[in-house]
């Protein structure tokens, strides 16, 4: 069980790398740690708590989207 620590962690690492060859480990680590507490989320009913949580989540998933873009050179196709 993910805890919302983790996926905090993992996203934090993924964007402070500056190390171009880990991005992408670093990007795969924060996509797992958020997909698996997401999981964890959608069991049961959600606290406020929760729902605060999963909207932090939406936004560390764009910035992971912002990343793969600037520092992978992924193409833009949100345009």
């Known amino acids: 069980m993910a805890t919302p620590c983790s996926w905090t962690a993992a996203y934090e690492r993924a964007s402070n790398e500056t190390d171009v060859t880990q ?7 924060a996509e797992d740690a958020l997909m698996e507490r997401s999981l964890d989320l959608s069991q049961g ?6 729902i605060a949580e999963l909207e932090a989540m939406r ?17 833009d196709l949100r345009r």
């Open 59 to 75: 936004v560390a998933t764009n910035g992971l989207l912002k990343i793969k873009v600037e520092k992978l050179g992924w193409p």
């Open 45 to 50: 009913d959600r606290s406020l708590d929760d």
């Open 23 to 29: 991005v992408h480990v670093r990007v795969l680590e």
